[in-house]
């Protein structure tokens, strides 16, 4: 396997204007180290041998004759760290499993992952992790080095910069948005399957963006976010601009799937095969002024009110937090359109979206803060902004058309920011080789396609049918570098009938042996029915109490869980 070059740069910006942008970390460290695992070859081991080394067996697969080997890092001092690697071969099977000494996050990589993470690891909490190096049987030369150590001891003391006397932001519990590490941005993603920040956040520390992520520590020091919650940022994939000021500041980019998981943000926040809504919608049709609502800015700002236990930063430091406020306005035009809006923000809120309040639809992306407690307006670069519409347009490749039943758009042309609503509409209109792209939704029409189109759903659930009854369901599975195409999938283990049904489905399971638990969601993937029975073989449940419309089904049995859709019509 080929060697891998290291790629690290540790970026500071420094303003001459009190404009407080990205949440740079402070006191982020390097050091070169050269730590060398193997080369090893797999030889035959017993299973005892192996399961005292194993300790992240939730992978399917057989490690009885795998050889193992561990080393344990330590960076004193550090609060979270990451590793780079270097002449790196693991082989088609081997790979390595990284343990944070201090919480037990862990994180599994092998020859494929390892690449999509640009021959580095997850951030870990505390300052020791142990490296397993898990052999298989047959493959030699096996091993790896540890070229480097990347940490963060603590944050910067950022000023509080409000619209206003208070600090109005509270929690947030969206997983729509992530936060960027290590520069401390805030990253949401589109209906296309890429995702935004602001412009002045990339570098070469915008690696990777985080969600679900933990309290901070009482001095307002960083938590790394769970392993399985961590994604590694595309690198190749960053267009940005950030030339003109306020109001050309921007940034589109791409994930690779999560490592332990091989789940993308979407798959992993929420259930499958229902309207997760994992994503906001992107407008320059409407703006919160004429659409009669408020603004709202969500995102992972640095926060130092009340004082930490330094008194300084606090818990809530570079944690998810919202707020809304006033619209002001919209300026300038063609490759420098900003916004103004009175909405409390800090550093670490830029590349935040700006959303309607009320709405999943966002007008742009946050990049600025001029509020003080006395007036001024938090700024950001509109959609209105010619490069950065473009760049949204092509980011799910040339020749994309896009379809989105539920976009508020007034004008239907088939492009990002005003797709048609109607996918016949696009069936229509498109040109032959074609990709139309499928926002998540329920599309109740018939569809007859005689042209050479390619139908992809980049970030959730597509329902398409006249009844309407869920008969073809579409979800994205591709990681970035295999460059495969959507696949329909259907959960052919459980399957529901009459469907659409008024009073009672039967619900059957291939498997259901033992005892299983039918929980049902409706659209809104609100719980409204559960169900316990000794075998779920084949069970009649009662639906008569339920309204018309879509609903999931999710039936768990034997450590497994399946799930489908179902409708009630009357």
């Not at 080929?2 to 006191?27: H, R, T």
């Not at 999710?554 to 497994?560: E, L, S, V």
Request: one cysteine or more; glycine letters at 8%.
């Amino acid at each position: 396997m080929k060697k891998f070059m290291k790629n690290l740069l540790v970026i500071v910006f420094v303003f001459s204007c009190p404009i407080y942008l990205a949440a740079q970390n402070n006191n982020p460290n390097v050091r070169d180290v050269k730590i060398v695992m193997g080369p090893h070859s797999g030889t035959i081991k017993s299973d005892a041998q192996i399961e005292s080394n194993i300790e992240y067996g939730k992978q399917n697969m057989n490690y009885t004759n795998y050889v193992v080997t561990a080393i344990v890092v330590n960076q004193p001092g550090a609060a979270i760290m990451r590793l780079f690697f270097d002449d790196v071969n693991l082989g088609n099977k081997s790979f390595i499993l990284i343990k944070s000494a201090l919480d037990g996050g862990t994180q599994r990589l092998n020859a494929l992952t390892l690449e999509q993470w640009e021959n580095s690891s997850a951030f870990f909490n505390g300052d020791e992790v142990e490296i397993q190096l898990l052999i298989a049987p047959n493959e030699v030369n096996v091993g790896l080095t540890v070229n480097s150590i990347y940490w963060i001891s603590g944050d910067p003391l950022t000023p509080e910069s409000q619209c206003g006397a208070t600090d109005d932001r509270v929690t947030s519990t969206t997983n729509q948005v992530g936060r960027i590490m290590p520069v401390g941005c805030s990253g949401w993603q589109i209906p296309n399957g890429s995702f935004l920040t602001a412009g002045h956040c990339v570098g070469s520390t915008m690696s990777i963006l985080q969600f679900n992520v933990p309290q901070s520590l009482a001095d307002g020091t960083t938590v790394a976010a769970n392993p399985n919650d961590q994604y590694p940022i595309i690198s190749s994939s960053i267009v940005f601009q950030n030339s003109n000021g306020t109001g050309d500041d921007w940034c589109v980019f791409k994930v690779n799937p999560n490592s332990n998981t091989n789940l993308l943000p979407f798959e992993a926040n929420g259930p499958p095969n229902a309207f997760n809504q994992n994503f906001y919608r992107c407008t320059k049709d409407i703006l919160p002024s004429t659409s009669g609502n408020t603004t709202r800015i969500t995102g992972f700002g640095v926060d130092q009110v009340p004082a930490g236990s330094t008194g300084g930063l606090n818990s809530k430091n570079q944690t998810n937090q919202t707020a809304i406020g006033g619209f002001d306005a919209e300026t300038g035009s063609g490759s420098s359109v900003g916004l103004l809006y009175t909405v409390d923000t800090e550093g670490g809120n830029s590349g935040s979206p700006v959303i309607i309040q009320g709405t999943n639809n966002t007008i742009g992306i946050h990049t600025n803060a001029g509020c003080t407690n006395t007036g001024g307006a938090n700024q950001g670069t509109s959609f209105e902004e010619d490069d950065l519409e473009v760049a949204i347009q092509n980011s799910a490749g040339s020749n994309t058309t896009y379809v989105d039943a539920n976009h508020p758009s007034f004008f239907t042309i088939g492009t990002m920011l005003n797709p048609y609503h109607a996918l016949s509409s696009a069936i229509t209109n498109a040109a032959s080789g074609n990709t139309l792209s499928i926002v998540e939704g329920l599309y109740a029409e018939n569809i007859v396609i005689n042209t050479n189109l390619v139908l992809k759903a980049p970030v959730g659930l597509v329902v398409i049918s006249p009844n309407p009854s869920p008969i073809l369901v579409a979800k994205i599975t591709e990681p970035e570098a295999s460059a495969t195409e959507s696949k329909m999938v259907a959960n052919h283990n459980l399957k529901v009938s009459p469907n659409p049904a008024a009073n009672f489905i039967i619900a059957k399971i291939s498997d259901g042996n033992s005892r299983t638990l039918y929980k049902i969601y409706n659209s809104t993937m609100q719980l409204v029915k559960l169900l316990n029975v000794e075998t779920g073989i084949e069970n009649k449940i009662p639906i008569s109490d339920l309204s018309p419309g879509i609903y999931l089904i999710d039936a768990q049995t034997g450590g497994q869980s399946y799930k489908t859709k179902f409708v009630v019509s009357r």
